[in-house]
């Protein structure tokens, strides 16, 4: 099959290739899958392609976290899936053994494994994965639309629901609004009932926000971020922070705007990751930040309802065949997407 492999640990221009390699075997317990979408994640592969900050247990590897696909093979065991299937893969295996896993808290499991990883994943024309990491696909769901939803939406429901427990009538601010994770924020946010503040760095993307359901938009660029939540929240400040970038020049700002006994949340860092904190105002504040990343299986089957009866929409940019990645990282990196772009290793 074709696929895009990591033989060895490099610069990712040079190291993550378009090549042919052999199908991957089933085992008992896994389903194989040919793959007709999956995400491209250019900070998330090209640092693994450079074999930092998650080694990979083994190369050669295949990258791409969130395939979705049609079940062409089932292993013996395998009684959930069958050939002909409509199925997504959800990226993180949580082991199911964990004290945190048995408290139903698999979104924390500090054992979990990834797809893409710590196993061969999505850019290649088929994938084995295994029977519990599957989603049906609904009917009305695209296979593009099924790997943007399993990208981002289950983190963005474990971070509002899970880590912040925002309610109805809480306000909550999301930075990046025009980015992956900001877009899903918005929208499950104001499914929560929630008062949302989208923020972005540029007007368009604050537009973004605004068309995707946000009550209010600031331009964090040219507005001084915690003085804008101020005023639109008649000086009180949001319940809920909803970070997602690591900018040290405005992670300051959006915990500053949080009301007292106020949450921020986050998960992502290409902004930075270093950022500073004023721990006299946390402690004076009762302010409480919680991190986390992925998401559980019940995050994921409320994401898949969601998009079903079309409470949530995806942002695609485009669509474009496996030898295609690395144009497609570098339009990520340029800026010049709006939306996630699709890999399709079947095109
Ligand atoms: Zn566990």
């Known amino acids: 099959m074709r696929a895009n492999i990591i033989k060895t640990y490099g610069p990712w221009r040079a190291v993550m290739l378009p090549q042919e390699i052999g199908c991957p075997s089933l085992t008992d317990n896994e389903v194989l899958i040919e793959v007709h979408a999956v995400t491209a994640n250019r900070t998330r592969d090209t640092l693994i392609a450079e074999g930092k900050p998650h080694h990979p247990e083994a190369l050669p590897l295949i990258t791409g976290q969130d395939p979705a696909g049609i079940v062409v093979e089932v292993g013996t ?165 909803y970070e997602n970038i690591s900018d040290p020049t405005t992670w300051p700002k959006a915990i500053a705007s949080l009301a007292y006994a106020g949450r921020l949340v986050t998960a992502g860092a290409h902004g930075g990751p270093e950022v500073t904190l004023n721990a006299r105002n946390l402690y004076l504040n009762r302010w409480q930040i919680k991190g986390a990343a992925g998401g559980s299986p019940h995050n994921v089957k409320r994401a898949l309802e969601y998009a079903r009866t079309g409470k949530i929409t995806c942002a695609i940019d485009r669509v474009m065949p496996l030898e295609a990645l690395h144009e497609a990282y570098d339009m990520i990196e340029n800026g010049d997407v709006q939306g996630k772009i699709i890999i399709d290793p079947s095109a």
Not at 104 to 127: Q, V
Not at 162 to 180: F, H, Q, R
Not at 204 to 211: M, Q
């Open 77 to 241: 065991n395998v009684d959930r899936f069958k050939k002909g299937d409509r199925v997504v893969v959800s990226g993180r295996m949580a082991c199911g053994q964990c004290d945190l896993c048995a408290a139903k808290r698999a979104g924390d499991c500090p054992n979990a494994k990834s797809i893409g990883i710590n196993r061969w994943g999505g850019y290649a024309e088929f994938c084995a994965a295994p029977e519990k990491t599957l989603f049906l696909i609904p009917d009305n769901i695209s296979f593009y639309e099924a790997a943007v939803i399993m990208r981002h939406c289950p983190t963005a429901l474990q971070l509002l629901d899970d880590k912040a427990e925002l309610k109805p009538n809480e306000w909550v601010l999301i930075m990046g609004a025009g980015g992956g994770l900001g877009g899903p924020g918005i929208q499950l946010a104001k499914l929560m009932g929630a008062n949302v503040i989208a923020a972005a760095g540029a007007d368009e993307r604050v537009e973004l926000g605004l068309k995707l359901g946000a009550d209010f938009g600031i331009n964090y660029r040219t507005h001084d971020l915690s003085e804008e939540v101020k005023r639109i929240t008649e000086n009180r400040g949001v319940d809920v922070v």
